[in-house]
Structures are given as structure tokens and as C-alpha cells.
């Protein structure tokens, strides 16, 4: 393919004798929005987190823009231009919020767009600009995946992996995410996205894939998988009614 950011090859992971991934590959496009889904457990975190860096796979490979990832720390991953919002956010709770969004400017390209990357984030996010001098652990669920967010913006990343970027937040606060999200992807990141929230996830991803103890169940475009019967009756219906 052409405008491929991000190739998964048959990656295989293991926690210890625990195998957690098997065989699992996935492609990114340049500019997209892909979804990744499925139930606990079924190792979507640990994908992101190989792909990171955090976990180094015992066999197959990863490239990013055509150079292999495999072997390199999250650190240097990160200076290739790949973020990761964890589950869980991952912020520092007594900083405050203009702390924590300098921390994020920490790739070698972005600390000379210090500046410029924070008006950005005061642009997008307003509620961070009259918060500037709040503690992070002081904010609202909602507002702590905004600085979450906003402060892997402040790497200038070319790939976002978001992880459950809608969990524990109300029906009205996950929908402002989910449209940030498209906006971001609107203004050029390109986006992997975990979500719990499988309906509206397939809603805005071009391409999706379905993850099942470890493997690649099911993929196609967001809008054929949320059309699947059987996307619908496993994760679709019960999450509705979970949430
Ligand atoms: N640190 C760890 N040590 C040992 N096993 C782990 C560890 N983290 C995850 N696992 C196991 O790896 C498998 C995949 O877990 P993972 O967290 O990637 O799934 P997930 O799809 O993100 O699930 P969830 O929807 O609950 O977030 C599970 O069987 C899990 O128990
Ligand atoms: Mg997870």
C-alpha cells in the first residue's frame, strides 16, 4: 500500500510464559483513523504497547514509515514520532497543567515548538488554559484525558495511539472525545484508536480491527464491521447495556 505510517508483522508477545499476542498484524494508513476493538483481555493494550516500545515482540516485525521498530526503547520510539495516552492517562497528578504539557514536549523535534505546541493546546483544549496553574489530580475525569491528550500533542506526533480514551467518562464528556478526536484527524494526525466504546469507535475509524485472545479476529472498514451481525451481538448490544 502506499501511504502505509505503520506496519504490524505477525507479531507474537509474551508476559513471562503468558502468551498475549499471536500472530497479529495490522497496517496503519497515513492521515487515518483505525479502531481496534474486542474484549478484555484480548490484548489490544499490549499492542499498543509493543508498538511503543514498551514491549519488545519474540517474533515478527514492526515498521514505522518504512524503518523497523523492533529493538527500540519507547523513548526512541517516541523521538520517531509515535505517542502512546496509556490506559489510565499516565499523568502526573501533583504537577499542574502546564507541567504536565511541557513534560510531553520531551522528542528532540518538539522542544524547539515548545511555544508554539502550547498555544496550540490552549486553542484546542480552552478548559486547559483556565486550569493552567491546577494541579492535574484536581481536574475532572474529562478534563484529565484532555491534558492526557493534549500533552502527547505536545510531542507533534505523526501516529496517536489513544487506550480507552472514553472509560469512566459520562455519555456526554466521551462524545466532546470522540469528536476531538476527529478533529485531530481532521488537522492531519494520523490515529490508532482503543475503545470499549465500540459503536461509536467503528463510527469514526476508515479501518478496524477486531481482537480476540490475542489474535486478529475480524477487519474492514469501520462501517462494514459495525454493519457485522456478529460485531453487533458480541460487542455492540452488551456494552449498551453495561454503560
Ligand atoms: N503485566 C502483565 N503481566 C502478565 N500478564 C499480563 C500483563 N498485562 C496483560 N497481561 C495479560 O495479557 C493479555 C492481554 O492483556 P491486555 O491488557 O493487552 O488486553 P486488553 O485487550 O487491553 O484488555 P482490556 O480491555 O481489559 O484493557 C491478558 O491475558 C492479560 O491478562
Ligand atoms: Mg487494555
Not at 480552552?126 to 491546577?134: C, D
Request: net charge neutral; aromatic share 4%.
Amino acid at each position: 500500500m502506499e501511504n502505509l505510517l505503520l506496519e504490524v508483522n505477525g507479531i507474537d508477545v509474551f508476559y513471562g510464559d503468558v502468551q498475549a499476542l499471536a500472530n497479529v498484524s495490522i497496517q496503519v494508513e497515513q492521515g487515518a483513523i483505525v479502531a481496534l476493538v474486542g474484549a478484555n483481555g484480548a490484548g489490544k493494550s499490549t499492542l499498543l504497547k509493543t508498538i511503543a516500545g514498551v514491549k519488545q515482540p519474540s517474533r515478527g516485525d514492526i515498521l514505522f514509515q518504512n524503518q523497523p521498530l523492533c529493538g527500540r526503547r519507547a523513548e526512541q520510539v517516541a523521538n520517531m514520532g509515535i505517542v502512546l495516552v496509556p490506559e489510565g492517562r499516565g499523568l502526573f497528578a501533583n504537577l499542574t497543567v502546564l507541567e504536565n504539557l511541557k513534560l510531553g514536549a520531551y522528542p528532540v523535534k518538539a522542544r524547539a515548538h515548545l511555544q508554539e505546541s502550547l498555544n496550540r493546546a490552549f486553542e484546542l483544549f480552552p478548559v486547559l488554559k483556565e486550569r493552567v496553574s491546577q494541579k492535574a489530580g484536581a481536574l475532572s475525569g474529562g478534563q484529565q484525558q484532555m491534558l492526557a491528550i493534549a500533552r502527547a500533542l505536545m510531542a507533534m506526533p505523526d501516529l496517536l495511539m489513544l487506550d480507552e480514551p472514553s472509560l469512566g467518562l459520562s455519555p456526554l464528556i466521551s462524545k466532546e472525545i470522540f469528536e476531538l478526536i476527529h478533529t485531530l484527524n481532521e488537522r492531519g494526525t494520523t490515529i490508532l484508536l482503543v475503545e470499549q466504546n465500540v459503536n461509536q469507535a467503528l463510527k469514526i475509524a476508515q479501518n478496524a480491527y477486531v481482537m480476540k485472545t490475542g489474535s486478529i479476529e475480524m477487519q474492514g472498514s469501520g462501517l462494514e464491521l459495525l454493519a457485522n451481525p456478529e460485531v453487533q451481538e458480541a460487542y455492540i448490544g452488551k456494552r449498551w447495556s453495561k454503560t
